[in-house]
């Protein structure tokens, strides 16, 4: 696993020690001991947490905010590697808290989103892995020039994400093996232009493991072992323990279950004295499965019973529960956040606009007391005039500014009111159900929980959207992209809420063609049409997606469903971004998501154009750039 703390050769850990005992100064014993935690934690786990635990509390006692994020950081990384994902994501959101708010910590801010990004992965939520992954490059690509390390670093996360999506068997583009192999290679070349260490032992591992994926055992074989070489010349014994077990795996493949075992003994050993449950559980099906094939039964039945009971003291429901409960409310404090500094902006320019005013008007009283005759009161009363109307102006802008925040304030608690109304529902349906002991019942009210908090969690991520578009921080990255692909992906997203309300989605079997868009913002765009669609549609309703051309230069994306529709009067006030008046029954499409589209559309240079009638349903044409004559490159890799 990669996870480098700096450039160059690392000091040893006797050296370390030494210069801890006389050292006096206690910001440079909260450093050392930084570095002991990291190197000591493939080797003597419990040894690695006291020297963590050690320097967090005497960088805390110093209010030493750097020293305290370097601790979070390694502690974090000791958790990481004994399958402890609890505790880890549990330093690494303190890490990420601790740098926003400490100067001069943006890469070790990036470092944490990156470990979040691996906690997600080994917990196989790719799409939070790839979330943490942009924001970590999102701060990469601040810091200038990039190093070769954190470069590597960039690439390393992409491989892992990549390489753990195509192993998991989940449903993933076509694009997936071919990028796992090529960000694992470019990982590789990297690493092998700084001087050797355990990085470059980790790189050759993973392309050993990329290579058994496609059944390539002799290039995996060569990969492993060079991988085990440089472990054994650093002396990292985590690192031989998980390349044993990839290489063990490789002659299983083979049929060379004699020396598997030979390999896997002494890493199941080593796995138990580092503690690291995964590792260990991992090592006993792989020996179990050896020596099974050589005759000896007992023996595998006994170690398979053993890898077992490891494997579900790991993956427990409790503790998967808790890894979400923990992710839900890392990401609402971050959305909370920025919101809170959206608010403050707005207060300190209203200040602004006051202190402006109070300004002006002092100008023009010191102008009137200078005035002395005619002509120079002529042009005092002409300069006050000016100044009346820049004030006047700026009331307006300011007048304008308080008009959208209602609005928006407006719409924020429109749309937070099904929400809220869905959970007050629920918990009353779980009450009766407890006071009747309907367990059947009971049950079945997870999913719809479920449900609800998805749908909080979209409304939550749309606000943010809309923020950072006012600010002008969302800024499109536009591609070309087959308009067929972009209906597949969002149809198979909502496939399973299309079935549970008994709703019909289908995508148009002839859609063709290519847009000039950014492949994120425009998902985001189908994401909320559909969804408005499927609330406006009734059972046994359809909803159709399409693509065809539309103007000249143009390709239109539709969504066409057969729900209730609206009369011109709705249409026109929706398309103007006015409230809308709704049927009973019905959530109103005119909410954030609808506005938060409509910003996006504009951003890519097309339009939304939305035709409905009343009882007659309701087709939303999002017209984008056309990609024709534009030389479509592979797909390259985005962030959900």
């Known amino acids: 696993m990669l996870w480098p703390i700096g450039a160059g050769a690392q000091p040893s850990l006797d050296s370390l020690r030494q210069r801890l005992a006389t050292t006096p100064s206690d910001t440079s014993r909260v450093l050392l001991l930084n570095h002991l935690c990291w190197q000591t934690s493939t080797r003597n786990v419990t040894q690695a947490l006291a020297y963590g635990q050690q320097g967090l509390a005497l960088a805390r006692q110093l209010r030493f905010g750097l020293g305290e994020v370097y601790l979070l950081n390694a ?28 100067p001069r910590t943006d890469r070790q801010l990036m470092l944490a989103l990156l470990g979040l990004s691996r906690v997600a992965i080994q917990q196989q939520d790719f799409a939070e892995g790839e979330k943490y992954g942009r924001l970590a490059l999102a701060h990469l690509q601040r810091r200038r020039p990039v190093s070769l390390p954190d470069q590597g670093l960039s690439q390393y996360s992409l491989a892992s994400l990549y390489y753990g999506w195509l192993r998991s068997g989940q449903s993933a583009p076509d694009s997936i093996d071919r990028l796992c192999t090529y960000y694992t290679r470019q990982t590789l070349a990297t690493f092998r232009r700084l001087p050797p260490d355990t990085n470059l032992a980790s790189c050759f591992g993973d392309m050993g493991k990329v290579h058994a994926l496609h059944r390539q055992y002799d290039s995996a074989e060569y990969c492993f072992h060079e991988s085990l070489r440089l472990y054994q010349r650093f002396g990292d014994r985590f690192g031989q323990t998980e390349t044993r077990l990839s290489l063990a795996e490789v002659l299983l493949a083979r049929h060379r279950p004699a020396e598997a075992e030979v390999l896997l ?8 004295q580092l503690k690291a449950t995964g590792l260990e559980a991992q090592g006993d099906q792989l020996l179990a499965a050896a020596l099974a094939e050589t005759g000896q039964g007992l023996a595998a039945y006994r170690l398979a ?17 808790t890894l979400a409960r923990l992710r839900v409310q890392f990401d609402t404090e971050r959305q909370q956040s920025r919101v809170r500094e959206l608010t403050q902006r707005t207060q300190h320019q209203q200040q602004q606009a006051a202190r402006q005013r109070q300004y002006l008007w002092l100008l023009g009283g010191l102008l009137l007391a200078v005035a002395g005759g005619l002509g120079v009161a002529g042009l005092l009363a002409w300069r006050l ?29 429109h749309d937070l009111r099904s929400p809220v109304i869905a959970f007050t529902a629920l918990a009353d349906l779980l009450k009766r159900y407890v006071e009747r002991q309907e367990t059947a019942r009971l049950l079945g009210l997870g999913e719809r929980m479920r449900q609800a908090a998805e749908g909080l969690r979209g409304l939550l991520d749309n606000l943010l959207s809309w923020a950072l578009t006012q600010r002008g921080e969302l800024t499109p990255q536009p591609e070309p992209i087959a308009a067929a692909t972009l209906l597949a992906e969002a149809a198979e997203l909502y496939q399973p809420g299309a079935e549970a309300a008994d709703v019909h989605l289908t995508v148009d079997p002839a859609a063709t063609g290519h847009i000039l868009a950014d ?17 406006a549609t009734p059972p046994g309703g359809c909803i159709a997606l399409t693509a065809g051309p539309a103007a000249t230069g143009q ?36 909410g954030l998501g609808w506005r ?9 240079g097309g339009r939304l154009s939305l035709v409905s009638a009343p009882e007659q349903g309701t087709t939303v044409l999002l017209t984008l750039p056309s990609a024709v004559g534009v030389p479509v490159a592979p797909s390259a890799p985005h962030f959900a």
Do not use: K
Not at 265 to 272: D, G, L, M, T
Not at 393 to 410: G, S, V
Not at 519 to 535: C, D, F, G, K, Q
């Open 305 to 321: 019973h053993t890898g077992q009971a490891l494997l579900d003291s790991l993956q427990s429901a409790e503790r998967r529960e």
């Open 75 to 102: 502690l974090a990384r000791a958790a990481f590697l004994q399958h402890d994902e609890l505790a880890a994501i549990r330093y690494y959101q303190q890490a990420v808290r601790r740098a926003e708010a400490e």
């Open 596 to 604: 938060l589209s409509q910003a996006f559309a504009r951003a890519q």
């Open 265 to 272: 003994r002494p890493a199941v050993a080593w796995a138990s």
């Open 519 to 535: 492949r994120n913002m425009t998902r985001t765009i189908l994401r909320n049409l559909i969804s408005n669609a499927l609330r």
């Open 385 to 413: 005039r000016l100044s009346r109307a820049l004030l006047a102006n700026q009331n307006a802008e300011l007048q304008a500014t308080r008009t959208e925040q209602d609005r928006l304030y407006a719409l924020i608690a």
């Open 555 to 590: 390709l239109g994306l539709s969504v066409r469903d057969t729900g209730v529709g609206m009369d011109a009067g709705q249409v026109q006030r929706l398309l103007a971004e006015s409230p809308v008046a709704y049927p009973a029954g019905r959530r109103s499409p005119a």
